[in-house]
């Protein structure tokens, strides 16, 4: 029932131009060339001389082949990968992908979606994904574009495949969410769960974008309201200043001259940020372990970096460090250092003696006691001897009259004469 209704779903969620505003033609040379529809003239015939467009044809994991277009900027250090909106194609952008290559002095990689433009396939959240994986990996094998000196650019219902890419992209440069939403179903409607239907659920994917995410959102958007960019930006790990454009709409924010000095800002401030300046801002989000300063010749397999007191749990300390070790910490066990080893599965988590040949009883609760001695003997099961640890003292055991074993008081562990 749930694919059924995210069929239908996505049915209303994808409007491709019909028909398509570009078409692919092949030249002389055997390279293809994009025309717009109308007027069959190439795309690059009002644009400046030195305009570099490279038309691709990618084939995806789901089997559409998709156009995208490559822009080459001499000067860009970095590369931006733009994901539009839904009613648009690449015909309809080509002239804002110009004026985005100029100004912000990038790469520019724009495609269409399964089914948008010169396309195939049809459009639905599962193919954009695969559209935008292919995208990623012809700019790296071709292009030679690491995702260190990339930037994810996602508009209104592109926000979904940006936010996909950048979940699994840990290093990325940046992230532009312009118009961006929560989900597709929190635009129809407000709700605040998620459900099984929904499509592009970036209220989830938001939460693991590592890198610095730019919102750009207009207050007067009647399409996706300005509660859905407010969200994002709210839940982003690394947010930049938001860009909130008064009297904005949802498809006209390249119009105010706050858009393109914005992003100016965000893209220069990308291409001076250097590793050290990014580990610095994520360091203090770490939780690393405190040095102990009170035993600076302790070894490293006994460090044990939590804070409670280890002397109260009665355990054994390390044969070769002087300092107790701690119950509760991953670290105080490695390399079978310490004297008992934490392995015992029967016991309820309780350990093994490794100079004993029998474990522990399982059936007794006395056979392991903290906080008043290392061992508590007063199970009569556990007969071996008694272990030759220094400054070690036993608590009498009240079952000696009981204690059948007809041995010397001195090797029975029930008895009190030790």
Not at 139 to 164: F, K, M, N, R
Not at 252 to 273: A, G, K, S, V
Request: with cysteine.
């Amino acid at each position: 029932m749930g694919c059924v209704i995210s069929h239908l779903a996505a049915k209303f969620a994808f409007f491709p131009p019909s028909p398509p505003t570009y078409q692919i033609k092949t030249r002389d040379d055997g390279n293809p060339i994009a025309v717009y529809t109308s007027s069959s003239i190439p795309l690059t015939a009002g644009a400046d001389e030195g305009c570099s467009l490279d038309v691709l044809s990618l084939d995806t994991k789901t089997g559409n082949k998709i156009v995208a277009f490559y822009l080459k900027n001499p000067y860009a250090r970095l590369t931006l990968l733009y994901s539009h909106g839904n009613a648009a194609d690449l015909g309809q952008l080509f002239d804002l992908f110009l004026q985005l290559k100029a100004n912000l002095r990038v790469n520019l990689m724009g495609y269409d979606y399964s089914g948008y433009g010169a396309s195939t396939g049809k459009p639905s959240e599962s193919n954009t994904y695969a559209d935008i994986e292919a995208v990623y990996e012809c700019l790296e094998t071709e292009y030679g574009v690491s995702q260190e000196d990339l930037i994810l650019y996602g508009q209104s219902v592109g926000s979904g495949p940006t936010l996909h890419l950048a979940a699994k992209l840990p290093r990325l440069r940046g992230v532009v969410l312009h118009s961006g939403i929560l989900s597709g179903l929190r635009v129809v409607c407000h709700v605040k769960c998620t459900l099984c239907f929904d499509i592009y659920k970036n209220v989830n994917k938001i939460r693991k974008v590592k890198c610095p995410t730019l919102v750009i959102h207009g207050t007067e958007d009647d399409v996706v309201n300005w509660l859905h960019g407010n969200g994002l930006w709210k839940m982003a790990k690394d947010p930049y200043e938001p860009l909130w454009i008064k009297g904005g709409g949802h498809c006209n924010l390249e119009l105010y001259p706050d858009y393109i000095r914005h992003l100016c800002r965000f893209i220069y401030e990308m291409e001076t940020t250097t590793t050290k300046t990014r580990l610095s801002k994520i360091k203090p989000t770490l939780s690393l372990p405190k040095k102990s300063k009170s035993n600076p010749e302790t070894p490293s397999c006994c460090t044990n970096p939590c804070s409670c007191c280890c002397i109260k749990t009665g355990l054994p300390n390390c044969l070769k460090c002087p300092r107790p070790h701690c119950p509760k910490c991953a670290n105080c066990f490695k390399a079978n250092c310490c004297l008992l080893n934490w392995k015992c599965g029967c016991c309820s988590g309780l350990p093994n003696c490794l100079k004993c040949p029998r474990p522990h009883c399982p059936k007794c609760a006395n056979c392991f006691k903290a906080n008043c001695c290392l061992l508590n003997w007063k199970c009569g099961c556990c007969w071996w001897r008694k272990p030759k640890w220094p400054k070690v003292k036993l608590p009498k055991c009240p079952a000696c009259l009981r204690c059948r074993c007809f041995s010397c008081s001195c090797n029975c562990l029930n008895c009190s004469c030790w």
